[in-house]
């Protein structure tokens, strides 16, 4: 999938379909929409590192959620000549919603330092969400507008922004 949409994308395309898509990648139509729905779908499959799900047993929920922010980084500078493309397809902010509600449990992770109970009222993840949406949209604009940066220090600048925002996060505190 990722091979097809890379070639669209080094080609030029102007719009994108699932029916194009199913073409280009060798796949029927019937099982793309089974297996992403629409193009939010796809876009969503693309920004969205592979991880592995189990975690190293000492490793804790909120070392595990740096891990992955970090990853979201590599994942978005390497596939960043889709991300570009993708922009045109048609492709509604459905896609990036769901990447902020999925960032956004990292951020809880980290919020809640390993399980600390929510309190009523807490705005956890209403923080989280607001993480989550910024981390995306500064990386998603640093990739979109920036076309002349080395592929290494679009990862530097994606990792410092991670950095950043992960300070900011451990300042806050919740009763």
């Known amino acids: 999938m990722l091979d097809a949409l890379e070639a669209l994308a080094r080609e030029g395309c102007a719009e994108v379909t699932m029916g194009l898509l199913s073409e280009r990648a060798g796949i029927s139509r ?10 939010d779908g796809v876009l969503t499959m693309l920004m969205t ?16 959620a740096v ?10 500078v390497d596939r960043r000549d889709v991300i570009r493309a993708a922009r045109s397809w048609r492709i509604t902010s459905a896609a990036q919603a769901t990447l902020v509600e999925s ?9 809640l330092q ?25 990386l998603n604009g640093m990739l979109v507008c920036d ?12 990792h410092a922004s991670v950095e950043r925002i992960l300070r900011a996060v451990s300042t806050m505190r919740f009763t």
């Open 30 to 39: 019937a099982a793309l929409y089974a297996n992403f729905g629409s193009l």
């Open 49 to 64: 590192p592979e991880i592995p799900e189990a975690p190293a047993p000492e490793e804790s929920r909120a070392a595990r």
């Open 67 to 76: 891990r992955e922010l970090h990853a979201l980084v590599d994942c978005m």
């Open 103 to 111: 960032y956004a449990d990292r951020f809880e992770a980290l919020l």
């Open 114 to 138: 390993d399980g600390a109970p929510v309190t009523e009222g807490s705005t956890i993840r209403e923080d989280s969400l607001y993480c989550a949406g910024g981390l995306l949209t500064t």
């Open 147 to 158: 076309t002349g940066t080395s592929t290494e220090e679009l990862r530097a600048h994606g």
